[in-house]
């Protein structure tokens, strides 16, 4: 029988993958890690994550052992918390899976004015923006208290020819109350994100004096 690993939902975050830690026990050294991953979900196959690397290195198929069962879909981006049993001989690794955490994920939006004109602007810090094959990800604060929160990412409708991608993130706090600066993630699929070599990110970004942060995403 399938072992059922339960779907957590953490309002304080939105998705994370970049980060792994050590622990140690009677047996040595043991090294957790937490990845944005895809949910690979085929009829009558185990559930399988595809964890795509920085830039253009690829990707890694984590196949759970014992395997599992989520209440997720094919292609959802999830936060993973996992270590390795095994790697194997195709390269891909068995994994122990602690922790699966919904993350906020969606496809860039093609913006008009009128669409950015009637979101909101709320504050938000960046800590940082990296890219993994088509998806820009992002480690992030808001100010939250008790409500969902609202996050997308738009194209820029002034779009200027170049090797810089030009792209608007809002951040709509819904209605929610003051609160604290929380951590929060994200990761937003850009179709043609691997033939731009930077990305210029536009935002409401209490932490920088700019009113966009350009970052490198190709030598």
Known sequence: MRNLLKLILLVTAIAIGLTSCEETNNNG?????????????????????EHILRNDQGSVMLYPNPSIEASVYNGQRIL?????????????LEITPLQLV???????????????AAYPNHPLRINTIWRTGSYINFDMALEYYNLPHR?????N????????????LRHDRNGDAVGYWTAAYASFYIPNLASYKAVRVYANISNNM??????????
């Open 80 to 92: 993973l918390q996992y270590y390795v049993n095994r790697t194997n001989d195709d390269n891909s």
């Open 102 to 116: 919904p993350a906020r994920h969606d496809t860039i939006i093609a913006a008009t004015a009128d669409t950015l």
């Open 29 to 49: 050294p043991v090294v957790y890690y937490a990845d944005f991953v895809s949910c690979r979900v085929q009829p009558n196959e185990p559930l399988s994550f």
């Open 157 to 168: 409708p002034e779009q200027a020819p170049g090797d810089t991608l030009d792209i608007i």
């Open 151 to 155: 996050l997308d990412l738009f194209s």
């Open 210 to 219: 700019q009113e966009n942060i350009v970052v490198n995403i190709q030598d």
